[in-house]
Every structure is written in structure tokens, then in C-alpha cells.
């Protein structure tokens, strides 16, 4: 008899029905049960059922039989029970945790502990499914004696999440091309919730807004089976040059999409724009999928150009060491894509908080920050802890770059190794943080600007937030270098030629007095700034900051507010943004609600809501509702509003409550603050004219300081956001 069977016997097992594939983000109910071995469960035993901390399974209750995710529990035996759901009740990565205890009596052999999830008997909805496509498995573990050591079944559940049908395409272009020359065209189907659509077998129609129709690229393409919802476009040729936005519409005319721009020249530029998200992590680690499949994605899902795995070091084993590093080899194709190997140093922030390391190449050896979740201690004492280890480690190496960001510890800052430390992560799927960039600046640092997703759902550079404690979609690092190869790549982010983004290909080009954004340098003139910025929307703002060294945050000194002079609307922008603290579980709750005392709420439209959990829950003539959290990024509401100039709005949130009267209201932004880092909520009318997606203009400070910081904002009307690497400016006379 093989050990499996032994198990089986002893411990019991576990089945679930029904077995047919899942909906991502559907409702539905699903019947587990577990039948006892031959030890059975003892008075005060447990058994849990676990899934790993990427799977975004709606949280089990027990207290409302109308709400979703009621859960009920049931047995054939004389014991109680009780079920309870705990998040963080189980070792990493099985976080999500259904604690059934056992009382007041005992299971025994071949008694069966029954649970219903999404339980309907009493109006809920069901059992919210994860977002997310792939494989899920609910591990069991028994305590069969009251010990608390918990023996895993050997047999588990499993799911397979498939998609939710097709409800958006995605059309990426490069953001440069040269006439005549080759260059590629990627189009992918999602799901509401991110995911590749595989079975889409839709029709497409392609069209130019401007410009002639690339050569190679058909006006129209049906998608099979084998393209599994995404297919590459190679060998399409842009005729002359010019500013290219692709447009494809199904044919079905149930979606239709708009590329990023692609700027054509007549010859190859000396800087490359190449995207890339250098921070995410698979299932050698936290995450889910392996290091195989996530780099695939980035590849040939997303269409990124680079990209880096960032498993949490106490999760990686040398096993799981290996396998990273064997797809990072596998993946780098120079001029291609160019994978990294990497890993996030993972120490408490009072000991230097999380950190990208990135290698330039190929066979280094992890230096975790502990073994925490590593049974296998034999190299511990090739741990480095805390951050100034590491950095001694690393000392006169040119070839490892280290990310200090924000996530589920914070860097501490006053960690800082400059040779290592080119840059700081300012945006990803936890949020926006701009409180993390001012304090670099504050503290003197000469660092440029990054983002990336920090994906757990093997979704690199298209990384949804789902319905978890992911905030917002995953940023993007746009970096200006010669080639598409590591070397070129790293030079590029040590010099700071780089630029973050919400997850848009925003093209920007910024220079002061012809230098390039992540410089520092010594002017004896006045400094200018030339600013070209073609959005994937309309530009809303181009805004510079300037940081004063003793200052806390940076100055915005000068907004390039587009259509200021136009008149205003009837379109009411009712924006809130924040978070709440700086370590986890930093998400500010904006639930609330909007009434208008006279006239008419005509049309009431969302903004910038991150996933299909929020949104507009309620619209009446004088009343609206949300859904709503921030995690430093902008959410809100567009009402188009026909009331007399005396009418009163009256917002609430447990943020932020206030009056304010409707012929108050112009284009300049009213704001009212509302605590924590960053929390306010800001109303502005919208004005008459549309917004263009392509910004020229130069602006120069004509009080400079003898030493100041720059950057770049740029903000669309979508809400997405790029922020420039700063200029490091000393003037001096004379």
C-alpha cells in the first residue's frame, strides 16, 4: 500500500461538486465534502480548507444568508460545528483559510463534514469565483488528534477558471516604428476581469484615425482557435511617417478598441521607447502559474518588451531558484525580449523594507533577507539582513540594481545605497504613492521613477487588479534606450532615462535646456522645459513640480491646463483620491453617495473605477451612489447636471462630507481635504471644448532655486497618469 493510500486511509477526503469549469468572476454554489478516515476528528480537532493568496475567492460568511458568499455547514454525526473564514489562517502561500472546528462531540470513521459555499437556501447571490484564468486548488488539512499539526489530505479539489467571454479588445502598437521598415501589430481579447479570452473566434476590422494602411496588415482578420484570444501582427509596415492610432472594431460591433500611439520616423532614433514591468511573482513564490508561463505572458500576452519575476525571497526555494532562473535563459532573446533575473528582498521595513534586486546576468545566487517559509536552512547563512548587508554584498558591482518600493512592507528609505539604488517604484497594483517619491526627494535621494504591477496572476504588463486587495491595474516603466538588451536596458535605468506609468504607453518626451529627464547638471541660464506628450486619451494636465531641498513635498509650479479657456459645462467631475496609512491594508473606503437639491441629475458616468466591484450602484434625479476605494489613485463620478445656479450638492463619504453650491462650481478645481496621505476630494465643471491627446509646449522658470528637483506629471481624462524621472538642476551666475 503507497504512502498516498495510507494517507487516504487515516486522514480521509475531500470532494467538491460540481466539477464542471468556473466563470471567473461568476456566482455559483459548490458542495464540499469531506468523509473521515480511520482515525476520524477528536473533540476540539479542525479541519481547513485553504487556496493560495492570488486566488480571489469572495470572503465565506456565515452571518448573512442573503449577502454573497454565505457559507453553511453541516455533518452526519453527533459533533457541532463551526466555520469560519480567516484571512492569513494558513502558511504562506495558503492564506485563505475555512477553519471548521469540531465540538461538543467527535467525527468518526466515514462520517462526512459537509459544506455549502455560496449557500442560496436564503437569497445570496452564490459563492463569488476568483478573477483570474487557471488551475485553482483548495488544499485540506486535518487535525485529526487536537495537536495543531496539520496533515494535508493527499488528494484535493481543484477548479479550472476559465474565462467570462469576451468583453474588450486591447491593441498594442510600438511606440516607435520607421517608415518602411518593419514593425508589428499585437491584439488580444479580454474578459471584464483581464482575462485572455482564448476561445474568442470573433471578426476584426482594422482602420487608421490617421495615415495610410500599414502593408502586411489585412483590413480585416478572423480569430481561431489557435490564436487563444491574442494574435501578433509581424512584418506590417508603416508606408510614411506620421503619429499612428490603430483602431479595431469587432465586427459583431459589440467592442471596439484604440492603440496606444506609435510615432514614425524616417530613421531610427538614438533612444528606443521600451516597455517593460520589472515587479511580479508566480508560483515558484506567492503568486500562481509558473515563472514559464508568466514570462510567456509578458512576452506574447502583453507585449512587453522586458520584464523581471520578483518572487518574495523567503518564499523561494532553491528549487524554485532554479526554475526562475532556467525561464529567465529561456525567454531572453536580445532585440526580442529581454527577461531578468531577479527576486524582492523581503525584510521588515524597519530593517530595510521590500526591494527589487535585478541581476544583468544570468547565474547568481539568491541573497534572501531570511528563510522564513524555507523548511530547507542549509544556506541560511548566505542570508543578508538587514538592507545594509545586502548592500555590502553588492558593493562595487555594477551589473545589480536595487528598487526600493512600496507593497506589502514599505522601504525604508534611510536605507540608500546610491550605486545600487538608480531608482524608486512609485506606482503598482497596491497604488500610487506619491508620498514615497516626495520623501525620496526629501531625503535627498537622486533616484528616477518607476512602476510596475507587483502581478501575483501570472499577468505581467496587463495586470487587473481583480477583486482582492490589489487597488489598482498595474503600472508599466517605459525606458529610453539604445537596444532592446539587458545591457542597454540596465544603462538606461541606472541613468534614470526612464518614466512610470498607470499602465498606459503614454508617450513622453521632456528635455530642460536639451538634457534628458534622470540627469543632473549645472546650468547658467534660466532653466525651459519642452514637453511632448501624445496620451492614449485626452490629455487633461501636463504639470511640473519642483522640490525645494528642506521641504516635505514638492511644489506643483506650473500647470499646462488644458481648455482652460474654454466655457464651462453642464458636466459636473467629482474626483477622490488618498489612502489612509503607509503600511498594508492602506485602502481608503469612498462608499457613498451625492444629492442634488433642485433640477435634474440627466446623465451620471464613472471615473476611473479600477474593477467591476465598483462603480455607480444607483442613479435617481436628484441622488447617486458608489462603490468605491482609493489606494493613492483617483476615483470618481462625471454628472451632467440641468439645475438652477442656487441648487445645492451635498456629498458623503466617511472620508469627506460637504455642501457646495452648483453656480459655485468653475473649471479650476475646488478641493476639500479629507486626512491620511493624501485623501481629498476635488469638483470642477468640465469644460465645453474636447481634450486633445497630443500636448506641445515649453515653460520656463523664471525664478529657479541655486538647487532644485523637476518632474513631469502628465494626467488624462481617463485618470491615467505618467510621471517623468526628474531633472537634477543646479543653476549657477554668472
Given at each position: 500500500?503507497?504512502?498516498?493510500?495510507?494517507?487516504?486511509?487515516?486522514?480521509?477526503?475531500?470532494?467538491?461538486?460540481?466539477?464542471?469549469?468556473?466563470?471567473?468572476?461568476?456566482?455559483?454554489?459548490?458542495?464540499?465534502?469531506?468523509?473521515?478516515?480511520?482515525?476520524?476528528?477528536?473533540?476540539?480537532?479542525?479541519?481547513?480548507?485553504?487556496?493560495?493568496?492570488?486566488?480571489?475567492?469572495?470572503?465565506?460568511?456565515?452571518?448573512?444568508?442573503?449577502?454573497?458568499?454565505?457559507?453553511?455547514?453541516?455533518?452526519?454525526?453527533?459533533?457541532?460545528?463551526?466555520?469560519?473564514?480567516?484571512?492569513?489562517?494558513?502558511?504562506?502561500?495558503?492564506?485563505?483559510t475555512v477553519r471548521v472546528e469540531v465540538f461538543n462531540g467527535e467525527i468518526c470513521p466515514g462520517e462526512n463534514i459537509t459544506l455549502v459555499f455560496g449557500d442560496t437556501s436564503g437569497g445570496s447571490p452564490g459563492q463569488r469565483a476568483p478573477t483570474a484564468i487557471g488551475k485553482c486548488e483548495w488544499r485540506v488539512f486535518v487535525d485529526c488528534f487536537q495537536t495543531r499539526r496539520f496533515i494535508p489530505l493527499s488528494e484535493y479539489p481543484n477548479f479550472k477558471i476559465v474565462n467570462d467571454g469576451a468583453a474588450r479588445l486591447v491593441v498594442t502598437l510600438p511606440t516607435n516604428a520607421v517608415a518602411g521598415m518593419n514593425s508589428w501589430v499585437l491584439v488580444r481579447v479580454e474578459d471584464l476581469w483581464g482575462n485572455p479570452v482564448a476561445d474568442y473566434e470573433g471578426a476584426i476590422q482594422f482602420s487608421f484615425?490617421?495615415?495610410?494602411?500599414?502593408?502586411?496588415?489585412?483590413?480585416?482578420?478572423?480569430?481561431?482557435?489557435?490564436?487563444?484570444?491574442?494574435?501578433?501582427?509581424?512584418?506590417?509596415?508603416?508606408?510614411?511617417?506620421?503619429?499612428?492610432f490603430l483602431r479595431v472594431l469587432d465586427k459583431s460591433g459589440k467592442f471596439k478598441s484604440v492603440s496606444n500611439p506609435c510615432i514614425c520616423r524616417t530613421r531610427h532614433v538614438k533612444y528606443r521607447y521600451l516597455w517593460g514591468d520589472l515587479h511580479g511573482q508566480s508560483g515558484e513564490a506567492l503568486g500562481i502559474g509558473s515563472a514559464l508561463d508568466y514570462f510567456r505572458f509578458a512576452r506574447n500576452v502583453a507585449a512587453l518588451d522586458f520584464c523581471c519575476n520578483q518572487g518574495n525571497d523567503?518564499?523561494?526555494?532553491?528549487?524554485?531558484?532554479?526554475?526562475?532562473r532556467k525561464a529567465t535563459n529561456i525567454f531572453n532573446e536580445p532585440d526580442r525580449f529581454v527577461a531578468f533575473l531577479g527576486y524582492e528582498w523581503s525584510g521588515n521595513t524597519s530593517g530595510g523594507g521590500d526591494r527589487n534586486v535585478i541581476f544583468l546576468k544570468d547565474n547568481e545566487k539568491i541573497r534572501r533577507s531570511s528563510h522564513a517559509n524555507?523548511?530547507?536552512?542549509?544556506?541560511?547563512?548566505?542570508?543578508?539582513?538587514?538592507?545594509?548587508?545586502?548592500?555590502?554584498?553588492?558593493?562595487?558591482?555594477?551589473?545589480?540594481?536595487?528598487?526600493?518600493?512600496?507593497?506589502?512592507?514599505?522601504?525604508?528609505?534611510?536605507?540608500?545605497?546610491?550605486?545600487?539604488?538608480?531608482?524608486?517604484?512609485?506606482?503598482?497594483?497596491?497604488?500610487?504613492?506619491?508620498?514615497?517619491?516626495?520623501?525620496?526627494?526629501?531625503?535627498?535621494?537622486?533616484?528616477?521613477?518607476?512602476?510596475?504591477?507587483?502581478?501575483?496572476?501570472?499577468?505581467?504588463?496587463?495586470?487587473?487588479?481583480?477583486?482582492?486587495?490589489?487597488?489598482?491595474?498595474?503600472?508599466l516603466t517605459c525606458v529610453l534606450a539604445e537596444d532592446l538588451t539587458r545591457k542597454e536596458i540596465f544603462k538606461a535605468l541606472k541613468?534614470?532615462?526612464?518614466?512610470?506609468?498607470?499602465?498606459?504607453?503614454?508617450?513622453?518626451?521632456?528635455?530642460?535646456?536639451?538634457?534628458?529627464?534622470?540627469?543632473?547638471?549645472?546650468?547658467?541660464?534660466?532653466?525651459?522645459?519642452?514637453?511632448?506628450?501624445?496620451?492614449?486619451?485626452?490629455?487633461?494636465?501636463?504639470?511640473?513640480?519642483?522640490?525645494?531641498?528642506?521641504?516635505?513635498?514638492?511644489?506643483?509650479?506650473?500647470?499646462?491646463?488644458?481648455?482652460?479657456?474654454?466655457?464651462?459645462?453642464?458636466?459636473?467631475?467629482?474626483?477622490?483620491?488618498?489612502?489612509?496609512?503607509?503600511?498594508?491594508?492602506?485602502?481608503?473606503?469612498?462608499?457613498?453617495?451625492?444629492?442634488?437639491?433642485?433640477?435634474?441629475?440627466?446623465?451620471?458616468?464613472?471615473?476611473?473605477?479600477?474593477t467591476p466591484t465598483e462603480g455607480i450602484t444607483e442613479k435617481t434625479e436628484r441622488y447617486v451612489s458608489w462603490r468605491s476605494q482609493t489606494t493613492g489613485d483617483e476615483d470618481g463620478i462625471i454628472l451632467t447636471i440641468k439645475a438652477p445656479p442656487e441648487a445645492r450638492i451635498h456629498f458623503k463619504a466617511k472620508p469627506c462630507i460637504f455642501d457646495v453650491v452648483w453656480g459655485d462650481i468653475e473649471i479650476s478645481p475646488i478641493t476639500f481635504k479629507a486626512g491620511g496621505l493624501g485623501q481629498e476630494v476635488t469638483v470642477r465643471r468640465l469644460p465645453e471644448a474636447e481634450y486633445p491627446s497630443e500636448v506641445v509646449f515649453s515653460w520656463t522658470d523664471q525664478k529657479p532655486l541655486k538647487s532644485g528637483v523637476y518632474y513631469v506629471k502628465v494626467k488624462q481624462v481617463d485618470g491615467a497618469v505618467a510621471y517623468s524621472s526628474p531633472f537634477y538642476i543646479r543653476i549657477k551666475s554668472g
Open positions: 500500500m503507497g504512502q498516498s493510500e495510507i494517507r487516504r486511509n487515516c486522514y480521509g477526503w475531500a470532494e467538491v461538486e460540481p466539477k464542471k469549469p468556473v466563470k471567473a468572476g461568476s456566482y455559483g454554489t459548490w458542495k464540499f465534502t469531506y468523509t473521515a478516515g480511520g482515525y476520524g476528528i477528536d473533540n476540539t480537532g479542525l479541519l481547513l480548507i485553504c487556496w493560495r493568496f492570488a486566488w480571489d475567492w469572495g470572503r465565506p460568511q456565515t452571518e448573512d444568508p442573503e449577502a454573497e458568499n454565505y457559507l453553511t455547514v453541516h455533518t452526519d454525526s453527533c459533533a457541532d460545528l463551526k466555520a469560519t473564514y480567516v484571512f492569513k489562517g494558513f502558511r504562506r502561500p495558503w492564506y485563505h484615425e490617421k495615415g495610410e494602411h500599414w502593408k502586411g496588415l489585412p483590413e480585416e482578420y478572423t480569430f481561431t482557435k489557435s490564436d487563444g484570444g491574442v494574435r501578433r501582427f509581424e512584418n506590417v509596415i508603416p508606408p510614411s511617417p506620421g503619429i499612428y523567503f518564499d523561494i526555494s532553491e528549487d524554485g531558484w532554479s526554475q526562475i524555507i523548511d530547507d536552512l542549509s544556506d541560511i547563512s548566505s542570508d543578508c539582513y538587514p538592507i545594509t548587508d545586502l548592500f555590502e554584498t553588492f558593493r562595487g558591482r555594477n551589473d545589480v540594481l536595487v528598487i526600493p518600493h512600496v507593497g506589502g512592507r514599505f522601504a525604508d528609505l534611510s536605507f540608500h545605497d546610491p550605486e545600487l539604488e538608480s531608482v524608486i517604484e512609485i506606482y503598482s497594483g497596491w497604488g500610487l504613492f506619491e508620498w514615497f517619491l516626495n520623501e525620496a526627494l526629501a531625503k535627498g535621494l537622486k533616484v528616477g521613477f518607476v512602476a510596475g504591477s507587483d502581478d501575483h496572476k501570472g499577468r505581467p504588463g496587463a495586470s487587473a487588479p481583480g477583486a482582492h486587495i490589489f487597488g489598482v491595474y498595474g503600472g541613468a534614470r532615462r526612464c518614466y512610470a506609468t498607470s499602465g498606459k504607453r503614454i508617450y513622453l518626451d521632456v528635455k530642460c535646456n536639451g538634457h534628458m529627464m534622470g540627469e543632473e547638471f549645472t546650468l547658467r541660464e534660466k532653466p525651459t522645459f519642452e514637453c511632448y506628450v501624445i496620451g492614449t486619451n485626452g490629455i487633461e494636465t501636463v504639470e511640473i513640480f519642483r522640490f525645494k531641498p528642506g521641504e516635505k513635498e514638492a511644489e506643483s509650479i506650473y500647470v499646462h491646463l488644458i481648455n482652460a479657456e474654454a466655457p464651462p459645462s453642464n458636466r459636473l467631475k467629482i474626483i477622490w483620491r488618498g489612502l489612509r496609512q503607509r503600511y498594508r491594508y492602506f485602502q481608503t473606503v469612498w462608499d457613498g453617495y451625492l444629492t442634488l437639491s433642485k433640477g435634474k441629475i440627466l446623465k451620471a458616468e464613472g471615473y476611473a473605477f479600477d
